[in-house]
């Protein structure tokens, strides 16, 4: 007995080690900067944190804060707590409701070295702790103790509200199973502990329930709707199911054991029902739903019933371990050893750039901007046409003069974490590519390798700044998905023809400022037969670059 206990312990030390060697050096990701800047100041309609608020993880971390006088070290340190209490409540959690020993050792340690909690277990967010608290609460609702299941439900969903998807379902299977109705009054009056204090955080109850309904429209219009684009049903279902576990060589097998092992505990089924029900319910509703770009991150939820399932197996886990950890080594360790690409790019900005410059920001890196460059002008774009402007770019900055900071394009980066980021570039805007919007041009768009475009609605209207130029070069494209096979742009008295997969640019004179380009059709992505795009918005072609010119004939 001491001997086994002993080798558990060895195990989950050596889990622990392996997350503590993946620690991140900088913020890095999106959500990091809003958690942030919310323990700075609770600001839920400021989305500081990201809604829909977390304030138990919040008040913690304010808490730690006081200790460490860096918000940056009390998230790491918030969740490299929860980490170690995370393994702790999953190992007693799987060893109630298997029985085994060996079973809940190998089970934990399946979950906790999983991709997908190995991208994200240290990173400074809510992420590491609500799992934590999901854990202590399995374990609650397995040994059958109403009080301390109703208080574990609460915490986790006051510290990550998106984990109630599972963890209501769990809880009330668990009320009805064991007719522990007075669960539910402990449930409630420690959900209101939370939720009464973030209810006055957003301005009264009116206000909550306005902003809250406004997220649930933003989520339904995004996350459950033009986030789909271009995915299949099945490949949905990979992306939630198969890709937290990692690449098809290492998911597989996590798959077929834990499906094989659904059979063998049939009999013992009351002992798993609270958890499966959760799980389940929570991975039919993320298929369904949730942005397929976070797949990875948003189905941690649902992994626990996979890894007590395949965790029977407790042979395999050594091996899906090394196998795993390689997978995801180009992740976490060049996270670990380097400087993030957006607060590399930040830092070079503070180091280069004037304090009277605008900081144009790509819509991923707001968060990076509005944290960290407060001694600037940030903007989403800006009407300033005389002062210094750099745009700080989510990618690379292609043929274009500044500089990039990048991590390794690895298939890790690409299918576990939501591909921004990889490659961060500071791009300078020179006054002759400047404009202004008017009407009818969209918002900047760019992929990680610096191919960067606006879409022109059914009519644009630009503004150009007065430089004395008496030419303007307007580059248009339409890419290979193009729906048409041409279409024609007028641009004021001139026009152009672009061909699907092409690029074109036209010359012309600049009789006034205000530019109109019009281009002859226009289609709407949602409405294209076939395209699998939930697009509604009215497109017409590509705006690539504007550039002022001194002559006609000068181009770049």
């Avoid at 400022?513 to 939930?534: D, H, L, Q, Y």
């Amino acid at each position: 007995m001491i001997r086994s206990k002993l080798l558990a312990a060895a195990a989950l030390l050596a889990v622990a080690a392996i997350h503590f060697t993946t620690i991140p050096q900088t913020f890095w990701e999106y959500d990091e900067h809003l958690f942030a800047m919310g323990v700075e100041r609770f600001e839920p309609l400021l989305h500081h944190p990201p809604p829909p608020g977390s304030p138990l993880f919040i008040a913690f971390a304010k808490v730690v804060a006081i200790f460490t006088n860096d918000v940056f070290d009390a998230l790491i340190i918030t969740s490299l707590l929860a980490l170690v209490a995370g393994l702790i409540a999953f190992t007693g959690a799987f060893r109630e409701i298997s029985g085994s020993n060996a079973t809940a050792v190998a089970a934990a340690s399946l979950l906790y070295l999983s991709p997908a909690v190995l991208v994200s277990g240290t990173l400074p967010q809510s992420d590491a702790g609500a799992l934590a608290l999901y854990g202590f609460a399995i374990w609650a609702c397995a040994r059958g103790n109403p009080i301390a299941a109703g208080i574990a439900c609460a915490a986790a969903i006051g510290w990550r509200p998106q984990f109630s998807i599972a963890i209501v379902p769990m809880f009330f299977t668990y009320v009805v199973m064991q007719r522990a109705w007075r669960a539910v009054v402990v449930f409630a009056i420690a959900c209101l502990a939370w939720f009464i204090p973030l209810v006055v955080a957003t301005g009264g109850p009116q206000a909550f329930w306005e902003w809250l309904f406004g997220q649930a429209a933003y989520y339904a219009a995004h996350d459950a709707d033009l986030s789909r684009s271009g995915w299949s049903p099945a490949q949905l279902a990979l992306r939630f199911a198969a890709h937290p576990w990692g690449p098809k060589w290492l998911a597989i097998p996590v798959l077929l054991l834990a499906t094989y092992s659904s059979y063998k505990c049939y009999r013992s089924y009351k002992s798993y029902a609270p958890l499966a029900v959760g799980c389940l319910v929570y991975l039919a509703f993320a298929i369904a739903t949730m942005d397929p770009a976070d797949a990875v991150r948003y189905a941690i939820p649902s992994l626990p019933l996979i890894a007590l399932l395949a965790g029977r197996w407790w042979w395999f886990v050594p091996l899906y371990a090394l196998g795993a950890y390689w997978y995801a080594s180009p992740v976490i360790r060049t996270r670990a050893t380097s400087v993030a690409p957006p607060t590399a790019a930040i830092h070079w900005i503070e180091a280069n750039v004037p304090r009277n410059a605008v900081v144009v920001y790509d819509a991923p890196l707001r968060p990076h901007a509005e944290h960290m460059l407060r001694g600037w002008r940030t903007a989403r774009s800006s009407d300033d046409m005389s002062a210094p402007m750099v745009l700080l770019a989510d990618g690379e900055r292609g043929d274009a003069k500044g500089v990039t900071f990048r991590w390794p394009d690895t298939d890790a980066y690409r299918k576990l974490t939501r591909q921004h980021y990889g490659a961060v570039s500071v791009i300078p805007v020179p006054p002759e590519q400047r404009f202004r919007v008017i009407e009818g041009v969209f918002a900047p768009e760019r992929t990680r390798d610096g191919k960067a475009w606006q879409w022109i609605s059914a009519r644009g209207v630009l503004e150009l700044p007065d430089l004395g130029a008496t030419h303007a070069r307007f580059v248009f494209r339409a890419p290979p998905e193009y729906p048409l096979e041409s279409n024609t742009i007028r641009v004021d008295g001139a026009s152009v023809t672009v061909r699907r997969d092409s690029t074109a640019e036209v010359i012309v004179p600049l009789t006034q400022r205000r530019i109109t380009i019009k281009p002859e059709r226009s289609f709407v992505p949602a409405n294209v037969r076939g395209a699998n795009n939930r697009d509604q918005r009215t497109l017409s072609v590509m705006l690539i670059r504007v550039e002022q010119l001194t002559r006609p004939t000068q181009t770049r």
